[in-house]
């Protein structure tokens, strides 16, 4: 018996493939938690990754479409993302089919492109929706030290890395598991080295907190 979100693969692919490369679209898999497919992927996501968790989503999922709504990609680039519930011939929620639009190619380059940027009222919506998306809260870090920097990931020095994963660390991102291996991906270190540098910091850190 087909998978009932096999449907829906055909419309995330045409998606993708019309607004490529600055389109992704995401099959999520309510009953799995799971991401079932993926369309133009540019978040480092593949199918069979952990995906969002149902629990706590009642009152979103109560409606059709979710969003828009802002968020960021693993290199800090802005999304404008929209959600739609998939439901079965019942009526229950079986699926949601996530379009991940790049919009930082647009951003400040027209007034009326601002509107783009514009997620309203929408936004305390998707609240419940990312509550459970770690990787999303790893990707705001991110976001928010190179805006802060004004720089890339391949502008990043040693010292600025250092600070990233310093920033990270104080955000709580490398209690969540699996959280070493995704943020080691981004900033394209091993493990090995994301550990040591790790080390190096909180023992720099607790010397410092002795000398004062």
């Excluded at 996501?45 to 990609?73: H, M």
């Excluded at 490398?174 to 394209?188: D, G, N, Q, S």
Aim: some cysteine; glycine content about 8%; proline content about 5%.
């Amino acid at each position: 018996m087909p998978h009932p979100l096999t449907p829906f693969i055909p419309v995330c692919d045409a998606i993708a493939t019309l607004f490529s490369p600055h389109v992704e679209a995401v099959l999520h898999d309510l009953e799995t938690g799971l991401i079932f497919h993926l369309s133009t992927a540019f978040s480092k996501r593949r199918p069979g990754d952990s995906s969002l968790n149902e629990d706590g989503l009642t009152a979103s999922l109560e409606d059709n479409v979710i969003g828009p709504y802002p968020k960021s990609n693993w290199d800090g680039r802005k999304l404008k993302a929209i959600t739609a519930v998939l439901r079965d011939d019942s009526g229950k929620p079986i699926g949601l089919l996530c379009i991940n639009h790049d919009i930082q190619a647009f951003a400040g380059l027209f007034d009326q492109l601002k509107s783009m940027m514009d997620f309203a009222e929408t936004t305390p919506k998707t609240s419940a929706l990312m509550a459970d998306d770690w990787r999303e809260a790893v990707n705001a870090v991110i976001g928010d030290f190179l805006a802060t920097r004004r720089t890339t990931l391949a502008g990043l020095t040693g010292a600025d890395m250092d600070g990233l994963i310093g920033m990270l660390d104080a955000r709580g991102v490398f209690a969540i598991r699996k959280a070493v291996p995704y943020v080691a991906e981004i900033l394209k270190l091993s493990r090995a080295t994301i550990y040591n540098r790790l080390g190096t910091i909180r023992q720099k850190q607790d010397s410092e907190g002795d000398d004062r």
